[in-house]
């Protein structure tokens, strides 16, 4: 007796009521969520636990997907009776094929039946990425709708009250902060946001004022911060397995710093590699530059609270480590770079000088003894560095070149102090440069900027030239960014004829230009308000263009 074909398993359509689970996900959303005057009083170092931090309802909202494969009927898609058995599938094709191909032989018309295939194939396979993206948005949303779930249950105070999370139960307190962390990190919450935005949307065009959730940016951060609250309401209520370490302090300050900015991957065409820039975040909820330097410093808060925890208590457990403190500075840094808008200049500004006071605060708690893991790095200071790079402050490019002085004198007393023990190795290099070069280039105030930014380049040629430390060598990047600070002179002509001189001596010096290159130097010529300006830059055009048919694809002319 001949066996039937095995059924073919088709997938599923994509569901058509994905906004249902993160609607019931939003329902959930102000439980968890707290103020920050109440989360800022849970990690006074004394750790106070009289204000209730989460107050769920006791009763929750049930969790269900319309579309959860007991539903499906005939307008599914075909049944597998109605498909031809496995393997048999592509007969039809190859016939086609084969009468294409004799066409072609004969001299016939066999392109149009290629060109049909091949749109035949794009459709197939625009519409199987669709599917794709639409399984996978719906994977996402069963996900954050169970993690809000099961993190509403764990911070009922009447299901589990403080001290019952016994035997090990308290565990899962700490697997949840570690699940919402890799929920912001591998950027299922970004787009958890732009679901949640386009909801919004369609509710508005809907005609309906409601709005779908109160989720922002901040929300991973405080429900982590409620997480390791209950943590500590749990080891305060006499639970004796309950161990607070400072891996769940730095989980909080990581979720901070993630809130006070998005780093976004840029591919750059014209220079083959990928940058990373500071976005402003987008989501169902604004976010005003406040909230962001709110963010950074609340991190700062967790910090000087967890080191203020050590130095009373005594726990290593609870000492600061390396990376709490890049975390915390790294957060200011994050709110130094947000959106370039005139009234977030004043929090711009206001960030870097945070972050440069937590950089001093680091100096001397490791030069007190306080705390030798706070001793910065070439890390810190770079960060500390950029913040000021970013903030466009009036004094960017001094304020940047103090930390960095401060960088070098802080390498000279570690190679001092390095003779006959372990050294840190602090010294600055090209990319401590080039923050510094930056800071220059996008300071507000423009008196002698180019010459300022003129001056560290020749430093680092002089430095390269005594030491032949390749670690300090100038680069495109350097190059590129002392070219655009001298297109901010209003001499005539005078920082367009530096400027082409800089790229002349760049490639004297064996360095590459690329596009970003050439379009400083032309930008120079567009702003010099000389006579000349456009037959050189047209000259410089022209040299991209004998440039780019040599074989260097780096200087392919655009359209900017």
Not at 83 to 109: V, Y
Not at 253 to 262: L, Q, Y
Not at 396 to 419: C, H, M, P, T, Y
């Amino acid at each position: 007796m001949c066996r039937s074909p095995p059924s073919i398993i088709r997938r599923s359509p994509p569901p058509k009521n994905m906004s249902a689970a993160l609607a019931i996900a939003a329902a959930t959303a102000a439980v968890v969520l707290c103020s920050t005057h109440t989360t800022t009083m849970a990690f006074q170092y004394k750790h106070n636990i009289s204000p209730r931090l989460i107050r769920p309802p006791a009763r929750l909202a049930p969790l269900s997907f319309a579309d959860n494969g007991n539903n499906a009927g005939a307008d599914d898609g075909p049944t597998s009776s109605s498909l031809p058995p496995r393997g048999f599938g592509s007969f039809k094709d190859r016939s086609s094929n084969n009468k294409a191909r004799n066409r072609r032989k004969k001299g016939g018309a066999g392109n149009n039946g290629k060109k049909k295939n091949r749109r035949n194939r794009q459709a197939a396979n625009e519409q199987s990425t669709k599917m794709n993206t639409a399984e996978s948005d719906r994977a996402i949303a069963e996900r954050y709708t169970w993690l809000r779930r099961a993190t509403k249950n764990l911070l009922d105070g009447e299901l589990f009250p403080p001290g019952s999370l016994v035997k090990g139960k308290w565990h899962e307190l700490s697997s949840m902060m570690l699940a919402w962390s890799r929920v912001v990190k591998d950027g299922t919450f970004d787009r958890v946001l732009e679901l949640l935005a386009t909801q919004q949307k369609q509710l508005e065009q809907q005609g309906q004022q409601q709005s779908v959730d109160n989720t922002n940016r901040l929300t991973p951060a405080l429900i982590i911060e409620g997480l390791l609250k209950r943590i500590i309401d749990e080891q305060e209520a006499g639970n004796t397995d309950v161990v607070v370490t400072v891996d769940l302090y730095n989980m909080a300050i990581e979720a901070w710093a993630a809130a006070a900015g998005v780093v976004e991957k840029k591919v750059d065409k014209s220079r083959g590699t990928e940058e990373q820039r500071d976005m402003p975040p987008t989501g169902s909820a604004g976010r005003g530059t406040s909230q962001t330097l709110a963010a950074a410093k609340r991190a700062g808060e967790i910090v000087r609270s967890l080191q203020a925890a050590y130095e009373v208590s005594g726990n290593e457990d609870l000492r600061p480590t390396s990376r709490s403190f890049l975390d915390a500075l790294g957060a200011f840094t994050r709110a130094a770079s947000y959106a370039s808008t005139p009234s977030s200049a004043r929090d711009r500004a206001t960030a870097a000088k945070e972050a440069e006071k937590l950089l001093l605060w680091m100096e001397d708690l490791a030069k007190s003894g306080k705390n030798h893991d706070a001793m910065p790095g070439t890390v810190a200071y770079s960060l500390a560095m950029d913040a000021y790079a970013k903030s466009r402050h009036m004094d960017a490019g001094r304020k940047a070149e103090e930390i960095f002085r401060r960088l070098e004198s802080a390498s000279v007393l570690d190679n001092d102090q390095g003779q006959g023990q372990a050294s840190r190795n602090i010294a600055p290099n090209k990319f401590c440069y080039n923050i510094l070069l930056n800071a220059y280039s996008r300071q507000g105030r423009r008196g002698g900027v180019f010459d300022s930014a003129e001056r560290i380049l020749m430093e680092m040629e002089q430095r390269f030239e005594e030491t032949s430390n390749e670690f300090i060598r100038p680069d495109v990047v350097s190059y590129s960014t002392t070219i655009s600070a001298m297109a901010r002179t209003g001499r005539k002509g005078y920082g367009a004829t530096r400027a082409e001189n800089i790229l002349n001596r760049m490639e004297a010096a064996g360095i590459v230009p690329n596009t970003i290159t050439f379009n400083s130097c032309l930008k120079c010529w567009a702003r010099s308000h000389d006579n000349n300006a456009p037959e050189r830059a047209e000259a410089l055009v022209k040299r991209m263009e004998k440039l780019h048919k040599a074989g260097n694809g780096n200087v392919r002319p655009d359209r900017i």
